[in-house]
């Protein structure tokens, strides 16, 4: 961002990376994927590098307040400041804060997840995915985000994204406005969960097992690490991937 | 003695309204300790709620066999009340069957409604309490539901059926009656109650009129002692479940409220300009340690909760058998407040009483196993938000006692000092763009 900055050019759109985005293994791979989708359809876009930092979503969630309101109005200092007005992100908590939380505090943007951007993509024709694709007739299950959902009442964009790959989606019995959290929501992700009988994510991964998918779609880092230790957890690597959505598409592109 | 039984009615009347009437003062009272904040949102909005989600029962019907047999009760209700207003109105006047000479040919076809009501209640009632005592559905065996609120339920169930078989045995003596004294008006054979009535034909004039009269009265005492039980009862969701879906927060179910007084804070830490606080703000607590620091919105929906249980059955906490229900969370915030309120009212110390809502209700094991997943503020027929109480809980614990679970305490420091939650340095956020062949 800041060098286009220097050079007077606007960029049609913020990429907002996000924490894992930008330094978890997995989610990097997703990050890559998605800015291999933006550059192959032409979309002018920048990200902030490092003058990126976290959106305080965990910190609120876990009840840090103070923490949360020091990295928005950082945040959004510095994306004032470049005059962003539209921002995509692959992370539904960074969208969620960024989209609902953030105005309050004086940032004001149109903010779309990548599932929403990926799905205008497919409608305007410009991703355009071969008949002879990898995942074609491939059972893939799609694993609503909470955030995504329940949140943000997105259930049907991804459902696109995934049904333009041809594949054969099923649902699990949990989905929809009753999908059933990862078990990483609400700062989660970073604690070791309280006592109980059960991870919440063994719980959902044998729903997810159990409807027979190869491919579990995510459209969330953390949904990613909790579906992918679920899955380890019930020895089906070999298997069952679970797969970003820009990764799906991005590699039914061959991009 | 028509006169008596005329002056022994409107006596009762005034009772249970004097009753009520102090019950109401109290919750009100109770309500009021919360935090006055603005309702925010267009009023249409709201309104288009209580329309669908109460009066509609739109998010009942996301599951369909309780939904079912519930709106028989509410129609019923609702529709049975007519008929409790003749009563009121013959008790009051000393008539009977008031309504039937303005209605005419009507009102037998009215009675006939009100019948198959009736029985559809009673079933549905029976229907209820077989699920909860027979066949045991989940939802109502968790660790809250233990002596009172599964006597409540019961009860409740116990005195629909009791007083909807009095309206079909005042019913069936009317009828016999009719063929026996002018003064009983015509109403013909009902389609329920007719079926009752062999067995009271061979019964004297006197015996059953005091049948008639004896279940006349029993109706509509029973009725008011009903009403005000459901004032100390889960029942009293009859009424606070169109309040609660007006106030129902309209943003979408992700956005968390934000805090006033932090953005000040921050904005002046920052040296950005700050607006200054209305002069009479009294800086409370950060968060909520007991219920005087929740918002009254929070507060009267604890008194909408029924305890159907829905909300726990769909958290992925309470699914794993972490010990978060966010149905006790809303029946600790009802319990604290009748506790304050009860104090309050003998003149004792309310709110100072060494007890807090966390920590004495709500523990700090219930409120960190949630995931703020929302599936409990999806799941509400009626629109209570547990996830808003739970996290103002989650303030109180991080900002005045620094007190959250060590790992947290871990994943702040990390976003104060590296920007992110995880322990890398804020130089290698780019990092991945060298992956980017």
Redesign the interface.
């Known amino acids: 961002m800041a060098d286009l900055a220097a050079k007077g050019e606007t960029p049609e759109i913020l990429f907002w990376?996000g924490?894992a985005?930008?330094?978890?293994d997995r989610a990097?791979r997703v990050?890559?994927a998605f800015?291999?989708i933006l550059n192959s359809v032409g979309i002018r876009f920048a990200?902030l590098?490092?003058e990126?930092?976290?959106t305080?979503d965990?910190?609120?969630?876990?009840?840090?307040?103070?923490?949360f309101?020091?990295?928005a109005?950082?945040n959004i200092?510095v994306m004032n400041g470049y005059g962003v007005k539209k921002i995509v992100t692959a992370c539904p908590h960074c969208f969620?804060t960024l989209?609902?939380?953030y105005p309050?505090?004086g940032g004001n943007y149109e903010v779309v997840h990548h599932s929403t951007l990926l799905q205008e993509l497919i409608d305007q024709g410009k991703i355009k995915l071969s008949d002879s694709n990898s995942f074609k007739g491939k059972k893939i299950t799609y694993h609503d985000s909470?955030?995504l959902g329940?949140?943000?009442?997105i259930y049907e964009a991804p459902r696109v994204v995934l049904e333009a790959l041809d594949a054969d989606l099923v649902e699990m019995k949990r989905c929809r406005?009753?999908g059933?959290?990862c078990?990483?929501?609400?700062?989660?992700?970073?604690?070791?969960?309280?006592?109980?009988?059960?991870?919440?994510n063994i719980?959902?991964t044998e729903e997810a097992l159990q409807t027979g998918a190869t491919t579990i779609a995510v459209a969330c880092p953390f949904c990613m690490t909790m579906m992918n230790d679920g899955v380890k957890n019930k020895e089906k690597e070999g298997q069952v991937n679970v797969k970003d959505l820009a990764e799906l598409i991005a590699e039914a592109k061959g991009l | 003695m028509a006169y008596v039984q005329q002056i022994f009615f409107a006596l009762s009347l005034g009772v249970a309204g004097w009753f009520i009437a102090q019950r109401v003062r109290f919750i009100r009272k109770n309500i009021a300790l919360g935090k006055s904040e603005p309702v925010a949102g267009p009023t249409g909005e709201r309104w288009k709620n209580v329309v669908l989600v109460a009066f509609g029962q739109k998010k009942m019907f996301?599951r369909f066999l309780p939904a079912f047999f519930h709106l028989l009760i509410y129609v019923g209700f609702m529709v049975i009340n007519l008929e409790v207003l003749e009563f009121v109105i013959d008790g009051l006047a000393g008539t009977h069957r008031f309504f039937a000479p303005y209605l005419g040919s009507v009102y037998p076809i009215l009675m006939n409604v009100f019948e198959f009501l009736a029985v559809a209640v009673l079933v549905a009632c029976v229907v209820f309490l077989f699920r909860r005592n027979v066949l045991k559905v989940q939802r109502f065996q968790s660790a809250e539901m233990t002596r009172w609120p599964r006597l409540d339920a019961t009860l409740i169930l116990t005195i629909e059926i009791v007083l909807m078989m009095a309206i079909l045995t005042i019913n069936a003596a009317d009828q016999v009656l009719q063929t026996r004294d002018a003064h009983y008006t015509q109403t013909g054979p009902l389609f329920f109650s007719s079926g009752l009535t062999p067995a009271l034909e061979q019964l004297n004039t006197a015996t059953l009129v005091v049948i008639e009269r004896g279940a006349w009265w029993f109706h509509i005492l029973g009725i008011l002692g009903f009403t005000v039980y459901i004032t100390y009862s889960k029942h009293l969701h009859i009424f606070m479940a169109f309040l609660n879906t007006y106030y129902a927060k309209l943003?979408?179910?992700?956005?968390?409220n934000?805090?006033p007084v932090?953005?000040r804070?921050?904005?002046s830490?920052?040296g950005?300009p700050v607006e200054q606080p209305t002069p009479s703000e009294v800086p409370g607590r950060?968060?909520a340690k007991d219920i005087n620091d929740l918002s009254r919105t929070s507060l009267m929906a604890a008194y909408a909760c029924t305890e159907c249980g829905r909300c726990t059955s769909?958290c992925?906490?309470n699914?794993?058998?972490?010990?978060?229900s966010p149905r006790k969370i809303m029946m600790d915030v009802r319990d604290r407040m009748e506790d304050v309120g009860a104090s309050l009212a003998k003149g004792g110390p309310g709110l100072n009483d060494g007890k807090f809502l966390l920590g004495d209700y709500i523990s700090k094991?219930e409120i960190?196993?949630?995931?703020?997943?929302?599936?409990c503020?999806?799941?509400c027929p009626v629109m209570i938000n547990p996830l808003e109480i739970i996290?103002e809980?989650?303030?109180?614990?991080?900002?005045e006692e620094s007190s959250?679970?060590?790992?947290?305490n871990?994943?702040?420091q990390n976003?104060?000092t590296n920007?992110?939650?995880?322990k890398?340095p804020?130089?290698?956020?780019?990092?991945?763009?060298k992956?980017?062949a």
């Open positions: 990376v924490c985005g930008s330094f978890d990097k990050t890559v800015v291999k990200v590098g490092t990126e930092t976290c305080g965990p910190a609120r969630r876990a009840g840090n307040e103070f923490l309101q020091m990295q109005m950082n200092q969620n989209k609902n939380e309050e505090l909470c955030y329940r949140a943000n009442n406005t009753t059933l959290c078990g990483a929501g609400g700062a989660q992700m970073f604690k070791e969960p309280e006592a109980g009988r059960k991870d919440i719980e959902r | 996301k943003q979408p179910k992700g956005h968390i934000n805090m932090v953005t804070e921050v904005k830490m920052l950005l950060f968060g769909e992925p906490a699914q794993t058998g972490k010990k978060l094991e960190n196993a949630c995931t703020s997943c929302n599936a503020v999806e799941a996290l809980l989650r303030r109180y614990q991080s900002m959250a679970p060590g790992q947290w871990s994943m702040f976003i104060e920007f992110a939650p995880w890398f804020a130089s290698d956020r780019f990092n991945w763009a992956t980017n």
